[in-house]
């Protein structure tokens, strides 16, 4: 059965919302949730959930309180002139323990690539693999590669290898990667477009459109990988880049198993059909929204498509605010 576009974005931004009239589902999501706090800091960070907060090796560096809120405070370091280079030791001695543990066997091996709190009033990263734990708000950048033809903009869309241990076999956006500790998102989708499609540096910095962002809340399941349940808070900044006819995509590294050019009817078929990355078909959708294909006149769910594609984010994207 084909799904409306209504349901594509849902599938992507599916935490509860708070509704006027009926709140219980939006109550009952949100009432086991554990708020995740930095020092000196009142605004929470994340959300865990209970079975990450009961399996997790919890060092003296951090506290737990159950009451009158369940939270998980990192604790500021006394006596320490770098308190704030220490706060993200912890964080990392906190994961090494957990894996020598095996607390989380989907957490897979340490890698050198940090992700940063966004909204955190100092500069602190966590490991990329662990941001779903503490349901941190999620970075990135995607980029949508279209061309025109005489038969219309047509896209080129990648299908991810079978064997990725995320969203297997699923379409994809044609670059798209994680925003670092450190990096602009522009950077980011200069430095995948090199490394994901072979997309020669001068070419992108020159042609490409920043479009905005996408923001969704996700609860992850198994299609994802790791743990279940994990809250996914996250925004993708979103641009476009046209290119020629002439230009063709084959897949630079074992990521990607084929490129497509495929027509909008193509791709809007495999949205409805579930083939697509939820992420990636919200990014398609907006895309889509923006140039016309998707309008109020024929589309009943508009306004509510559009919300659900700019969501507000349960935690602060802003230093401060």
Same mark, same amino acid.
């Given at each position: 059965?084909?799904? #409306?576009?209504?349901?594509?974005?849902?599938?992507?931004?599916?935490?509860?919302?708070?509704?006027?009239? %009926?709140?219980?589902?939006?109550?009952?999501?949100?009432?086991?949730?554990? !708020?995740?706090?930095?020092?000196?800091?009142?605004? =929470?960070?994340?959300? *865990?959930?209970? %079975?990450?907060?009961?399996?997790?090796?919890?060092?003296?560096?951090?506290? +737990?309180? $159950?009451? =009158?809120?369940?939270?998980?405070?990192?604790?500021?370091?006394?006596?320490?002139?770098?308190?704030?280079?220490?706060?993200?030791?912890?964080?990392?001695? !906190? &994961?090494? !323990?957990?894996?020598?543990? /095996?607390?989380?066997?989907? &957490?897979?091996?340490?890698?050198?690539?940090?992700?940063?709190? +966004?909204?955190?009033? @100092?500069? +602190?990263?966590?490991?990329? %693999?662990?941001? #779903? &734990?503490?349901?941190?708000?999620?970075?990135g950048a995607h980029m949508t590669v279209f061309t025109r033809t005489n038969e219309g903009i047509k896209f080129w869309v990648p299908r991810r290898n079978a064997n990725k241990s995320t969203w297997p076999n699923m379409l994809d956006q044609a670059v798209a990667g994680g925003v670092g500790r450190g990096e602009?998102?522009?950077?980011?989708?200069?430095?995948?477009?090199?490394?994901?499609?072979? *997309?020669? /540096?001068? *070419?992108?910095?020159?042609?490409?459109?920043?479009?905005?962002?996408?923001?969704?809340?996700?609860?992850?399941?198994?299609?994802?990988?790791?743990?279940?349940? $994990?809250?996914?808070?996250?925004?993708?900044?979103?641009?476009? *880049?046209?290119?020629?006819?002439?230009?063709?995509f084959k897949p630079v590294d074992n990521d990607i198993q084929s490129f497509h050019l495929m027509s909008v009817d193509e791709v809007r078929h495999a949205m409805g059909s579930g083939e697509f990355k939820p992420s990636c078909a919200a990014v398609m959708i907006d895309f889509l929204i923006r140039h016309g294909?998707?309008?109020?006149?024929?589309?009943?769910?508009?306004?509510?498509?559009? #919300?659900? !594609?700019?969501?507000?984010? =349960? @935690?602060?994207? #802003? =230093?401060?605010?």
């Amino acid at each position: 059965m084909m799904r #409306s576009d209504l349901e594509i974005v849902k599938e992507c931004d599916n935490f509860p919302y708070y509704e006027v009239g %009926s709140a219980d589902a939006f109550a009952s999501a949100i009432e086991p949730l554990w !708020l995740f706090y930095l020092p000196d800091d009142p605004e =929470p960070h994340g959300f *865990l959930i209970d %079975s990450v907060v009961k399996r997790m090796p919890w060092t003296a560096k951090f506290r +737990i309180d $159950l009451s =009158p809120r369940k939270e998980v405070h990192l604790l500021k370091p006394e006596g320490n002139d770098d308190w704030q280079a220490a706060c993200a030791d912890a964080i990392d001695e !906190l &994961l090494d !323990l957990a894996r020598a543990e /095996n607390a989380f066997p989907h &957490l897979g091996k340490k890698r050198d690539e940090q992700f940063p709190i +966004i909204g955190a009033n @100092f500069d +602190i990263g966590i490991e990329r %693999s662990a941001m #779903s &734990l503490f349901g941190i708000v999620g970075r990135g950048a995607h980029m949508t590669v279209f061309t025109r033809t005489n038969e219309g903009i047509k896209f080129w869309v990648p299908r991810r290898n079978a064997n990725k241990s995320t969203w297997p076999n699923m379409l994809d956006q044609a670059v798209a990667g994680g925003v670092g500790r450190g990096e602009t998102p522009f950077e980011c989708i200069v430095r995948e477009a090199d490394e994901e499609a072979a *997309l020669p /540096n001068e *070419l992108v910095r020159q042609n490409i459109v920043a479009a905005g962002t996408v923001t969704w809340f996700n609860i992850s399941d198994e299609k994802a990988g790791g743990e279940l349940g $994990l809250m996914n808070p996250g925004v993708l900044y979103v641009y476009d *880049l046209e290119v020629g006819e002439d230009m063709v995509f084959k897949p630079v590294d074992n990521d990607i198993q084929s490129f497509h050019l495929m027509s909008v009817d193509e791709v809007r078929h495999a949205m409805g059909s579930g083939e697509f990355k939820p992420s990636c078909a919200a990014v398609m959708i907006d895309f889509l929204i923006r140039h016309g294909f998707i309008t109020a006149d024929k589309e009943k769910d508009y306004v509510e498509i559009i #919300s659900r !594609l700019h969501r507000k984010l =349960p @935690f602060r994207t #802003s =230093p401060g605010y």
